[in-house]
Structures are given as C-alpha cells and as structure tokens.
C-alpha cells in the first residue's frame, strides 16, 4: 500500500494486514473521511474472502484522530450482524475477545487490526451458520448434523425478491499440507481445494430430495499444479447424503493430488532433455516446470521457442509459441506465432525423443514461420 496521503500509523496496520492476514485480502476502494483533511486518506473498503466468494466491509479511520480503532461497517445485506452488541453459541468468552481488540487498542502495533479483522471474521462465520440452522427445512437439518463434524466448513443462507433461497457449503477436502509437497514453493497462503455445495431450501417433505449442485474450487495459485476444472465428480445418487459421498471424493482427490505432485519430475525431466538439441534453456519456470524457452536457428534467421507444458502433461503435448529475434511490428514488439499444437507427439516416448522430435519439427517450421514474420513485418 503507497504511504502517499495515507498517515503513518494506518499505513502500518494496512501492510501489515495485507501481508499477515491468513486468507488474500485486498483493498478496493480509499477514500478521504475528514471534512478538515480531505487529502488525507483514512477509510477503504476491504474484500475478505468467505464461503468462496467476498464480503466487503468498510474500515474507516478518523485521520483527526488515528490513536483511535477504526469503525468498521457490514454490507447491507448482513444488516442483522451485530457482532459488537451481540453474544455467540461458543459463550461470553468470544464476546469478550472482540470487546479487548477494542479496549485495548495500541494504534502503535501494526497487528492490532490484523487481530481485529481474524476476530470479527470468525464472529461472521458463526453468524451464517446460526442463520443455516434457523432454516426450516428437514433436509438441511440433517445434512448439517452429519457434516458439521468436518472442520472448517462456511456455509451462507442466500435469498432474495428475485431468486429462491439457498444455502450454500464451502466443504475444505483433501486434508493435506500441499504446499509443503513442493519443494521451493512461492505461495505464501496455503492452497486448497473446496467442494461447493448448493442446497435449495424446501420447507415441505419430499420423498426423492433435489440433489445439491456440486462444484470443485480451489484457491486460485493452485492451477500452476492442477486444474480443477478437469476433474470429473462421482455421481451424485439419489438418497445420498454429504457424508456418503465426501470420503470417496476425497480418496479420489488425494490421489490425484500425490500424480500432480509427481508430474513435476516429469516436466523437469523434459525441459532438461531439451538441453541436448537447444543448448540450455534460456529461461525456464523451476518450481512447477510449466514453462520453457531456447533459442534456434535456420541459416542467419534466430527466433526463440516458448514452451507452454501443460499439467497433464506427458498425456497432453506442450503447446509452441515461436518468437523472431529479427522482426518487429509497428508498435516494436517482437513477432510471434500463434500457438503451435499440431506437431509429432507420443505421451509414450523417453524425454530425449519429445525433444528430438520437436528440434526436428522446428527445423523444417522454421521458413514457415520467417515468411510469416516477413509479411507480418510489411502490413
């Protein structure tokens, strides 16, 4: 966060908040509070993730007085979350916890506000599960008794003029430290993997229950590893329950997990190979392996080749992205290709051969692409 206009001390508690916070925050909005300071910034609004989306809440200091703990308001749509004035189910103790951040506020310690916003997110979780449970609907009732044994499930009553009400899960899977799976990782939250679940509320008795819709979501860093999105779920079968049908979704997940982890060596192996017909790479991504560049030649003609290594790879082939060292467009970028997949592949060969292959794709690519540059160069 710039420290421009900002006054010092809640500069301190924003970047503090923003690099300690254990879930991605962000800041969206700043903005000037002070009719006698209009220059000086003291209030932002402040995305905090819940329940795999966003809350907004609005953090507003008074630059007239910034020793003071800031003011902080809820959306319009959690009108009814009072975690200030109100009692929850875990007792006084909490209540109490949240009144010392006030109490004893420091304005000279960064983490004051860090402390506050852990405190007021965990309040607001136990307000949307109070909300869920004073749901009427049999169903629900019973899903919640068989899955509220799981840790770290958020769930958000949803309703509106325009839409029927429903509630929906964020059910934490895979209880596994990925990040620690993989050696020299970049990410500085943990990355997870979520089973969204999407219950209509029924207040009436049905004999064949709806099935929920069910999606896979994962913290966004993860896709650099394994893309969800490919992952096919069991079957949903009528009379099931959460409880049925998590383990085997996990049991599935988790092994998919360890072959994405072991895919790493496997890429590596490959971009190493490339070393015997390229030289070495110029560039290469070396936590993940999902990316490579070398340099070649036909003739004096020198262009690089970008390689883009899929997870799933060796199944599914890298795609090429070819880049003159000669040519330029009007606006002086180097000219590229466009994506290059159709080329000879066999997920079945050694490393060397991939390599092989492709050295000798790119050889006879190669006036391809220098007449395309040439033409491009002209327009």
């Avoid at 020793?67 to 109100?86: K, L, R």
């Avoid at 799981?150 to 769930?155: A, D, L, S, V, Y």
């Avoid at 020299?184 to 029924?202: D, N, S, T």
Wanted: a negative charge; charged letters at 25%.
């Amino acid at each position: 966060m710039s420290s421009d206009a900002v006054p010092p001390l809640i500069a301190a508690h924003v970047n503090y908040l923003l690099s300690h916070f254990p879930l991605p925050v962000k800041i969206e909005n700043m903005w000037s509070g002070s009719r006698h300071c209009p220059g000086i910034i003291d209030r932002f609004t402040l995305i905090v993730p819940y329940c795999l989306e966003f809350v907004r809440w609005d953090i507003m200091y008074n630059a007239e007085t910034p020793f003071s703990a800031p003011d902080i308001m809820f959306g319009a749509e959690d009108e009814n979350f009072h975690p200030f004035s109100s009692k929850v189910d875990e007792g006084e103790r909490d209540h109490n916890s949240l009144q010392n951040c006030l109490r004893d506020w420091n304005s000279k310690d960064p983490s004051r506000l860090t402390s506050l916003l852990q405190e007021l997110r965990d309040r607001y979780v136990s307000y949307q599960r109070k909300r869920v449970e004073g749901v009427d609907d049999e169903r629900l009732k019973f899903e919640l008794c068989t899955m509220l044994s799981r840790e770290g499930i958020e769930m958000h009553l949803s309703s509106g003029f325009e839409k029927p009400e429903e509630v929906k899960f964020a059910v934490p899977l895979v209880d596994i430290d990925i990040n620690k799976m993989i050696p020299g990782c970049p990410w500085r939250h943990p990355q997870k993997i979520f089973l969204q679940v999407l219950y209509p509320v029924v207040r009436k008795y049905a004999s064949t229950p709806v099935a929920p819709r069910l999606k896979l979501v994962s913290t966004s860093e993860l896709k650099a590893l394994l893309s969800i999105e490919d992952i096919k779920l069991p079957s949903w079968i009528d009379g099931m329950c959460m409880a049925e049908y998590l383990p085997h979704l996990e049991e599935s997940l988790e092994k998919q997990v360890l072959e994405a982890v072991s895919l790493i060596d496997v890429r590596r192996g490959f971009i190493e190979a490339l070393d015997s017909f390229f030289g070495r790479p110029l560039e290469a991504d070396p936590v993940f392996c999902r990316t490579a560049t070398v340099i070649t030649a036909s003739g004096v003609f020198t262009f690089l080749a970008h390689f883009l290594i899929s997870s799933q790879f060796p199944k599914k082939q890298p795609s090429l992205v070819l880049q003159s060292s000669q040519h330029f467009n009007s606006h002086g970028a180097p000219i590229k290709s466009q994506l290059i997949t159709d080329y000879p592949w066999s997920p079945r060969w050694e490393p060397l051969q991939m390599a092989e292959r492709i050295f000798e794709f790119l050889a006879d690519e190669a006036l391809s692409f220098k007449r395309y540059c040439n033409e491009a160069q002209l327009q």
